[in-house]
């Protein structure tokens, strides 16, 4: 089986390598610099190296002069894969200095392989013999490889050793390899498998820094001391197979610190074998992947949620489109019903439930970003110090309240209302969490979240925010449960206690608001929610005053309804006729378009779905806009993602109406827009 060491300094590079190699039943191993893959290649030498040439502690150049020197690697075909390095005298000089091929990234999968199979099989058959001699002369030779290094790496220069050569380069590599060791943060291990329990006979500093171990204890110890409880069997059973059998592999396994704290160890371990083939150690390189793995998890939970927002609004729209038919006939039917009558019990029930329905379509809608917001520049610690009556209010006396608002000013874009859901949501949710009693506390602060933090936490852009953070002492949230809190439906109450929308909700409107919330928990450890909003510096807004109500829901004037879908435009044609209203109605844009032409007489107003087939409402607005010049437009949807809305927040001069429509707000803003 091939063997390939791939000499790449940058690890996502190195990965792509790595499964392209494999998947053609290679084998790989990897180097971070040209200093480690030296020490790795005289231990193990590999079939053929592919090395790029821009690297730390030693470049590809010095790489690709020390392989050509060393009579145990010079047979060994060198593969340059450079990106760095493109110029044509970059490739004369790797050549010159013995390099089997030179190749520029990126390259097509196939073809870098290919290219790399013809080498190995072009040169499988040299043998190992003196070094191959650089074709031109030597002094030239010289001269281009100094310059180009100058070049590319500015005041990097090249010592030769001219006298003692073959004592000074073994010392040399001697104090190279134990320098780089001392300087990796890897952790190295090497074991002795010819002892009794393959014991572990040298550990590196990375290693001792990285697990908080001594070398007391660590030496003389079977590596699985490391391993947590929670490591995947089937991980442990590979490592355990390759040992067996001698052969190198590369896991990823959940290992303890000495403190008790867990780690993912990226481990790549592979067999050293004398010059007879006897196995006599094995070297394992550990990698902290931690934070790798988490910010993979954070992606991966960022689009689960994306898909089921996408889903959970689809459902909203197709929702609202029913409830509005339910709860507009059901209040038709209500207003017909006497209070005495047995009928009008049940049809309350059916109104009521619709209503909860439409909560619970509007809490999916504010889950899947798709709410309709109206943002104010507000301040943060004024709306949290407002809200104290009513939180002590909410929450049991046996729950203490602590509100840390400091002194500065935390101006944020947001809409208050819903800001005040989330402190609201968030409040119970702690109360419940401390049936016997504990404390809550709400803190509002201003701080700056770096390139660090963003790095490692996905969809985090840098910049100025302001914190609002919650946190209670209760029973705490295991980190199963944690991975779904969020999500639509999901609760750890008791059946009837909750519709597991609140997190969610909160989800939705932080995120449409451009925040981010993080959850910090462990069992009766307690719980913080740590909200991040974007910090303004605009003067306050003041706050919105609702519109004076009309004096009366009755009226006269000309209505053209454009609705697609049939029931829905009966029952609003039903609505606006019961109050007065001329009515004309189209069940898309082009009808619409043609009643305009064909109708003389004054049409005073166009409501309007905004999201309809060929023809959106705003296009057909914008269509009769020059020809009816004194018709107002009102838009009605259930979407927020459409023409009139971006990212929930309505454009200039719009007038809008939710789904699902029901009588009474919809009559209120057809009279507010025509008295207007």
């Not at 290094?149 to 001697?174: D, F, G, V």
């Amino acid at each position: 089986m091939t063997c390939v060491l791939i000499v790449e300094d940058k690890q996502e590079h190195a990965y792509y390598l790595k499964a392209l190699f494999e998947s053609h039943g290679w084998t790989t191993q990897w180097a971070r610099h040209g200093a480690e893959a030296l020490v790795n290649a005289r231990m193990t030498p590999p079939n053929i190296v592919i090395s790029d040439l821009l690297m730390p502690v030693m470049d590809g150049y010095t790489l690709l002069r020390h392989w050509k020197s060393d009579a145990r690697l010079r047979a060994v075909p060198f593969v340059v894969y450079t990106a760095t390095y493109t110029d044509v005298e970059d490739e004369q000089l790797a050549l010159s200095l013995g390099a089997d091929a030179f190749i520029l990234k990126p390259s097509e999968p196939d073809v870098l392989f290919a290219r790399t199979e013809e080498v190995r099989q072009r040169t499988g058959t040299r043998g190992v013999g003196p070094a191959e001699q650089p074709t031109g002369n030597e002094a030239d030779l010289l001269k281009l490889y100094s310059q180009t290094l100058i070049r590319k790496l500015e005041e990097k220069t090249l010592q030769l050793e001219e006298t003692n050569r073959a004592l000074l380069l073994e010392q040399a590599e001697l104090r190279m390899r134990d320098s780089a060791i001392q300087a990796i943060r890897h952790g190295i291990l090497i074991t002795d498998p010819n002892l009794p329990d393959n014991p572990i006979v040298y550990a590196s500093p990375g290693f001792y820094e990285l697990t908080g171990y001594t070398s007391e204890e660590t030496l003389g110890r079977n590596c699985r001391f490391l391993q947590a409880r929670e490591t995947d069997p089937e991980a442990i059973a590979v490592l355990r197979r390759a040992v067996q059998g001698a052969q190198p592999c590369a896991v990823e396994l959940l290992n303890q610190r000495k403190d008790g704290s867990l780690f993912w160890n990226d481990l790549t371990l592979s067999p050293v074998k004398d010059a007879s083939g006897k196995l006599t150690h094995f070297v394992g390189v550990q990698t902290d992947a931690t934070e790798r793995r988490r910010l993979a998890d954070q992606l991966r939970q960022a689009k689960k949620m994306e898909a089921v927002g996408q889903l959970a609004a689809g459902v909203a729209h197709d929702f609202n489109n029913i409830l509005s038919v339910i709860l507009s006939y059901s209040s038709f039917a209500l207003e017909q019903l006497r209070p005495e009558e047995p009928m009008r019990e049940d049809m309350e029930e059916i109104y009521r439930a619709g209503q909860r329905a439409a909560e619970l379509t509007k809490q999916l809608l504010a889950f899947s970003r798709q709410q309709v917001l109206q943002p104010r520049v507000v301040d943060l610690r004024h709306l949290v110090i407002g809200m104290e009556k009513m939180l002590r209010r909410l929450i049991s006396e046996a729950v203490g309240l602590s509100l840390l608002t400091g002194q500065e000013p935390s101006r944020v874009n947001a809409d208050a209302t819903q800001i005040e859901q989330i402190i609201m949501n968030l409040a119970v949710n702690a109360r419940d969490a401390m049936p016997r009693g504990g404390s809550l506390t709400i803190e509002v602060a201003n701080l700056v979240l770096d390139e660090e933090y963003a790095a490692t936490h996905h969809g985090v852009k840098p910049g100025a925010y302001v914190m609002l953070a919650v946190t209670d002492t209760g029973v705490g949230i295991d980190p199963a449960t944690r991975e779904h809190i969020f999500e639509p439906f999901f609760s750890t109450k008791e059946r009837g206690k909750g519709t597991g929308l609140g997190l969610s909700t909160v989800f939705g409107i932080i995120k449409q608001s451009e925040g981010h919330v993080w959850v910090y928990s462990e069992p009766n450890q307690g719980t913080t929610f740590r909200v991040y909003l974007p910090r303004v510096d605009r003067e306050l807004d003041p706050p919105l005053a609702p519109p004076p109500p009309p004096a009366t829901l009755r009226g006269t004037e000309t209505i053209l309804l454009v609705e697609d879908e049939d029931q829905l435009r009966t029952m609003a044609r039903a609505m606006l006729r019961r109050q007065g209203y001329n009515v004309l109605e189209a069940q898309n844009a082009g009808e619409a378009l043609l009643i305009c032409e064909q109708y003389t007489a004054k049409i005073h107003l166009l409501l309007t779905d905004v999201v309809m087939p060929r023809m959106s409402g705003k296009q057909l607005a914008e269509r009769l806009g020059p020809v009816r010049p004194e018709m107002k437009v009102l838009f009605m949807s259930g979407y927020t993602e459409n023409a009139i809305v971006h990212h929930g927040v309505l454009d200039a001069g719009i007038a809008f109406v939710e789904k699902p429509l029901t009588p009474e707000p919809l009559l209120r803003k057809v009279r507010e827009l025509l008295d207007a």
